[in-house]
């Protein structure tokens, strides 16, 4: 096949982990036969410093275009002063708000050889294989009212959480139908004890449930899902939630196995995906070749699956990740003194390129 992606590195680590991805999929292309074409664009702070806009349009333009969007990171310390609606973030909501993709997919899953790299006892996080399933276009990210306004005695900050109908259904859809491809268990995470939109978000859950007999679905509270994420994650399969509480709780789940630095995601929506890791910018490590390029080639790897069906190809990236992790290879994010030798702890172009072989032997 012929697929034209839009390549958008961003800042900080962004266009470091970006190569070894594309790499990646250039492997991939030579192995299957296929046929990528990239097209590089400025997004987030990068762009700010070349057009004083987060989303230029000709980036909006080439992101419209194309058959899929793979994105770095956007943001860093130096445009942090910066009004919100001209910050590097904009960019990242200006996608998701123009191309409509409102579904963000951000799977958490241990590699049993990462259980020591994470924070949490291996014998909890041991098994964890969920996917959080996070509105994107919608909820206080969105919601007007918004600003802050003068007031007599001082100033008032305010955002507005609000959901639809619509907006529920098409979310809780995507939820059930991925369920349906893993083990058939949906948890929707709200505030639905105090907050009227989320009342009306599990009251909506519950009627699409209705046409999924096949898939269980339970509730919780996010402060309770919150603690239940750390106490045994096992038990989720689906999570599906708003974009707010989304945003937190896919944080959390990426500490669930080892690092953030693991973990991709995809946004879909409309004809157009786009995918990127969910661990951000990481000023503190850019420049450094610290930074670790898994998530961002796993990415790619749903890139694949989501927008070209390509579920052999996307299978064999994941398999070379698994395979270089089994020789015992650790970026510094996931390293742990009892299973990385010194001599095995890689950098960023070392990783991308220990993957890339062990595609090559496929
Ligand atoms: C994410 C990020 C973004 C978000 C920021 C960078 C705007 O945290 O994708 O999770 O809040 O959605
Ligand atoms: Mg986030």
Redesign the pocket.
């Known amino acids: 096949m012929k697929a034209r992606i839009a390549v958008l590195p961003g800042d900080g680590i962004g266009p470091e982990v970006m190569p070894q991805a594309l790499q990646a999929l250039e492997t991939i292309a030579k192995q299957f036969g296929h046929s990528f074409t990239f097209t590089h664009a400025d997004v987030g702070g990068a762009a700010i410093d070349k057009t004083g806009r987060p989303l230029p349009d000709e980036t909006l333009k080439l992101a419209r275009e194309s058959d899929a969007i793979l994105l770095g990171a956007?943001?860093g310390y130096k445009w942090e002063g910066l009004a919100y609606d001209v910050r590097p973030?904009r960019a990242?909501?200006g996608l998701r708000e123009q191309l409509g993709l409102f579904a963000n997919l951000r799977p958490a899953k241990l590699y049993p050889m990462l259980a020591d790299a994470s924070t949490l006892k291996a014998e909890v996080i041991t098994g964890t294989d969920l996917l959080v399933v996070r509105e994107l276009t919608g909820g206080i990210?969105f919601g007007k009212p918004k600003g802050i306004e003068k007031t007599a005695d001082g100033e008032r900050g305010v955002n507005t959480e609000v959901y639809t109908t619509p907006e529920i259904v098409r979310i809780a859809k995507v939820a059930f139908e991925a369920a349906r491809k893993r083990r058939k268990k949906v948890m929707s995470v709200d505030k639905a004890n105090v907050l009227e939109s989320s009342e009306l978000w599990r009251r909506v859950v519950i009627g699409v449930a209705k046409d999924y007999p096949d898939v269980e679905l339970s509730h919780l509270y996010v402060d309770n899902c919150a603690m239940q994420l750390i106490r045994n994650p096992r038990q989720f399969d689906v999570l599906v939630t708003t974009?707010l509480f989304g945003?937190i709780l896919?944080?959390e789940a990426a500490m669930l196995t080892g690092s953030i630095g693991m973990l991709p995601?995809a946004s879909i929506g409309s004809t157009v995906g786009m995918y990127?890791p969910?661990h951000?910018s990481a000023p503190d490590i850019a420049g450094k070749d610290l930074a670790n390029p898994i998530a961002t080639i796993a990415s790619a790897a749903m890139m694949l699956s989501y927008s070209f069906n390509l579920d052999k190809e996307a299978a064999a990236i994941d398999r070379a990740i698994l395979r270089v992790l089994e020789q015992g290879y650790r970026t510094k994010d996931i390293a742990s003194s009892k299973t990385s030798p010194p001599e095995r702890m890689v950098g960023t172009k070392e990783m991308g390129r220990l993957i890339c072989q062990e595609l090559g032997k496929a």
Do not use: T
């Open positions: 956007v943001g973030e990242l909501l990210y974009n945003d896919s944080d995601s990127e969910i951000g």
